[in-house]
């Protein structure tokens, strides 16, 4: 009996690893967010796989194009732009304001990915701190455009803007009127600045990148915001 118990003990662990992965199955079933292998759906809430699932959108024009068709959700996808380093694919516009604010202007056409990423954004970080802070909603965003062909300044890498991969939101209109701006609030000493300092922190890892009037003066009056791919998906946020 004594030689078996080892083969009875490692029985019983593998029993409870099995056990253990069905369980962990079945969960992330139920929580697609977190899941890595789930298809990426707008109407899912943000979990561990979230970013990953949106920075790999930027490669998957079609994949990103149908979870916009899934969700119902009206768009005019613009035509590609540019060559090269500088060729983007992905550009569209929403139509109505049911996932993301009214652009100013509206012509910026982001990328899918980064679209997407906006949806999401809008949804579980402007909206509820818009509405903890002024108690009201964000009806517009104004925006300093999304495709611009060129390097990161002072360096030979090219800028996510090179393919429309980014963005940049400078000010927010709420229901009221109320216009909140980072040239203009980010320092005072008001709600203001915490509504917009609240932004900035709630963006940091839905993003690859964000970038705020902390990063440098080139970034005084915007947020940059853009879906970079970058190796074992980490993020910056300053």
Request: hydrophobic share 45%; net charge neutral.
């Amino acid at each position: 009996m004594a030689s078996l118990r080892p083969y009875l003990i490692w029985f019983g662990i593998a029993v409870l690893l099995t056990l253990a992965a069905i369980r962990g199955m079945a969960w992330l079933r139920a929580h697609p967010e977190h899941n890595p292998g789930a298809r990426f759906e707008l109407a899912h809430r943000q979990g561990w796989a979230t970013h990953g699932k949106l920075a790999a959108l930027v490669e998957d024009d079609a994949g990103c194009f149908a979870a916009f068709d899934r969700a119902g959700a009206g768009y005019l996808r613009r035509p590609p732009m540019g060559e090269g380093a500088c060729l983007a694919t992905q550009r569209m516009l929403l139509t109505g304001n049911r996932f993301v604010p009214t652009m100013r202007p509206a012509n910026a056409a982001p990328g899918c990915a980064v679209t997407a990423a906006m949806v999401l954004w809008t949804r579980d970080v402007v909206q509820p701190l818009a509405r903890k802070y002024f108690g009201q909603r964000v009806v517009g965003i104004e925006n300093l455009g999304a495709y611009n062909c060129r390097r990161i300044a002072g360096r030979p890498a090219q800028s996510e803007h090179s393919t429309a991969n980014a963005i940049d939101i400078s000010a927010f209109t709420l229901a009221d009127g109320t216009r909140i701006s980072l040239i203009d609030d980010w320092d005072d000493d008001d709600v203001r600045r915490e509504f917009l300092h609240a932004v900035r922190d709630g963006s940091c890892g839905l993003f690859s990148t964000v970038l705020s009037p902390d990063y440098n003066e080139a970034h005084a009056n915007h947020f940059h915001l853009d879906m970079a791919a970058r190796t074992a998906g980490w993020t910056i946020c300053r």
